[in-house]
């Protein structure tokens, strides 16, 4: 199936520094991304829809001067968490589909990022 | 998108088939059934889909009932490999919002030795 790789896997920052985390779609090209949130013990949420040359949907509730979204080619979509705090601690994963191979979606392996 | 509910936990012994069932009693006729599985600390990995009738792959097999309302992928020899969170989401297929899913709480399961 289609490759998804996310960049870094794991990444500790300090309080109020942003980080930037990187969504590829390997052997594909990706008109939409899709990015989301997991803590611990609990399902995958979806944060918003990254939209290759225009800006970013974000579902409710999702601060989006907090988590720029950027998605300047059709190969790469990037998160960052901006001023970042402890409760922005978190599984982060990012999806995408290969809209000329198949309907489903293959996703990234995750980025934990620990703010400290 | 239909909602979807799963049991919250099931265990299954090793070597043994394992079934997880889903109930999608909203679906409606576009909506295909799709299945992912996460492994702990990993990214969700597709299994299989279908819109009607059972399909298999060299992962498992899901089988949806004539009235769609429900549906069961068959792990047919689980391994401990096997042991994550098992999500059932049902969509519309295809179109830019293809990688667009909801999560519910998913089923965990457990494959002992």
């Known amino acids: 199936g289609a490759v998804v790789s996310q960049h870094p896997s794991r990444v500790i920052c300090k309080s109020g520094t942003s980080v930037k985390i990187e969504c590829r779609s390997l052997d594909f090209q990706a008109t939409t991304m899709f990015w989301y949130r997991q803590f611990p013990k609990q399902s995958l949420m979806l944060m918003a829809t990254s939209n290759e040359g225009s800006k970013a949907t974000y579902e409710q509730g999702v601060e989006k001067d907090k988590f720029l979204i950027n998605h300047a080619s059709l190969t790469l979509s990037t998160l960052t968490v901006t001023s970042a705090h402890p409760e922005d601690s978190s599984f982060y994963i990012c999806?995408?589909?290969?809209?000329?191979?198949?309907?489903?979606?293959?996703f990234g392996q995750g980025t934990r990022l620990t703010v400290v | 998108d239909a909602k979807t509910t799963q049991p919250p936990s099931m265990d299954c012994a090793e070597g043994r088939a394992a079934n997880l069932p889903c109930n999608h009693s909203?679906?409606?006729?576009?909506?295909?059934v799709y299945w992912y599985r996460q492994i702990h600390s990993q990214g969700p990995q597709y299994i299989i889909h279908g819109l009607k009738n059972n399909e298999t792959n060299e992962m498992a097999s899901l089988i949806i009932t004539e009235d769609r309302k429900s549906s069961t992928l068959i792990l047919p020899h689980a391994t401990l490999r096997d042991t994550a969170v098992y999500y059932c989401?049902?969509?519309?297929?295809?179109?830019?919002?293809?990688?667009?899913?909801?999560f519910g709480q998913g089923t965990e399961l457990s494959v002992k030795p």
């Open positions: 989401i049902v969509r519309v297929g295809g179109g830019n919002q293809g990688g667009k899913l909801i």
């Open positions: 999806s995408a589909r290969d809209p000329g191979a198949s309907t489903e979606a293959f």
């Open positions: 909203t679906i409606s006729g576009n909506e295909y």
